[in-house]
C-alpha cells in the first residue's frame, strides 16, 4: 500500500503570501513596541517597604510648581487595569517640566533641567554630585527610545494627550539615584533589596512609592 504523500506545489508558500504574512507580522510587532510597555502585574503586587523607607530622594521639582500642575490635570477616572499599557504619560510630570523648562517642543532640555534641580536635588549634600550624571543618562536614555516619542492618545476629550517623554525622564531619575543611593541615605535591608530587585525588572519607581494593593 503506497502511503499518502502531499504534493511538493501544495508544500510551497506563495511569494506574495508570505510578504503579506511579513508586512502584517511587521505592524503588529510595530504597534505593541510603538509605546513604553505596561509594568508586570508582579510590579503592582504589595511590598513590605516603600522606596522612601529605603533612600530618602529629595522631590527634583519644587513643590509649589507640583502642586499647581496637579490643580490644573486632575487625575482621570478610570486608570488602566494592572499590565495595560497607557495611552499617554503623565498630564502632571509633563506640566511641572514644561514649567520649569525642560521639556520644550516635545524634547527634553538637560541644561535647563540641571538649573531647575540646583535648588532642588542638587542642593541636597548627599545627592549633588550625582545628579548632572544622571539627568544626561536618562535624558540620552528616554529622547533616544522611539518607544516616548510615539503621539499619545488623550484619556480625555477636552485636551490633548500628554507626552510619555517627562514621565519616563522622571521615572529613570529616581530609578538611577535609587540604584546609586549614597551609604548616609540608604537603609539595608533585604526589603529594600526587593525594590532594587523590581526597578532592574523594571517596575516603575511610582510603584514602589506606597505600601498595599496599586490600582
Known amino acids: 500500500m503506497l502511503e499518502s504523500q502531499t504534493s511538493p506545489s501544495a508544500r510551497i508558500v506563495h511569494p506574495k503570501t508570505m510578504l503579506s504574512f511579513v508586512f502584517v507580522a511587521s505592524i503588529i510587532v510595530g504597534l505593541v513596541s510603538s509605546q513604553p510597555p505596561a509594568p508586570d502585574a508582579s510590579c503592582f503586587q504589595p511590598t513590605a517597604v516603600t522606596a522612601e523607607d529605603c533612600c530618602k530622594i529629595p522631590k527634583p521639582i519644587d513643590s509649589a ?3 499647581k500642575c496637579r490643580a490644573e490635570n486632575p487625575k482621570p477616572g478610570q486608570m488602566p487595569a494592572p499590565g495595560v499599557p497607557r495611552t499617554e504619560g503623565c498630564c502632571i510630570v509633563q506640566c511641572a517640566m514644561i514649567e520649569t523648562g525642560g521639556f520644550v517642543n516635545n524634547a527634553l532640555d538637560t541644561d535647563a533641567i540641571k538649573r531647575s534641580v ?4 542638587g ?9 548632572n550624571d544622571a539627568v544626561d543618562t536618562c535624558a540620552r536614555q528616554i ?7 510615539v503621539a499619545p492618545i488623550s484619556s480625555s476629550p477636552d485636551r490633548a494627550g500628554c507626552s510619555f517623554i517627562p514621565q519616563g525622564f522622571i521615572n529613570c531619575l529616581y530609578t538611577t539615584l535609587f540604584k546609586s543611593c549614597p551609604a548616609a541615605t540608604w537603609t539595608e535591608s533585604s526589603d529594600c533589596q526587593a525594590l532594587k530587585t523590581k526597578l532592574d525588572s523594571g517596575c516603575p519607581f511610582f510603584l514602589l512609592m506606597g505600601r498595599g494593593p496599586r490600582n
Not at 123 to 131: E, Y
Open 143 to 149: 529622547q533616544n527610545d522611539p518607544a516616548y516619542s
Open 118 to 121: 540646583a535648588s532642588t536635588l
Open 65 to 67: 510648581v507640583m502642586e
Open 123 to 131: 542642593a541636597d549634600p548627599n545627592f549633588g554630585s550625582l545628579v
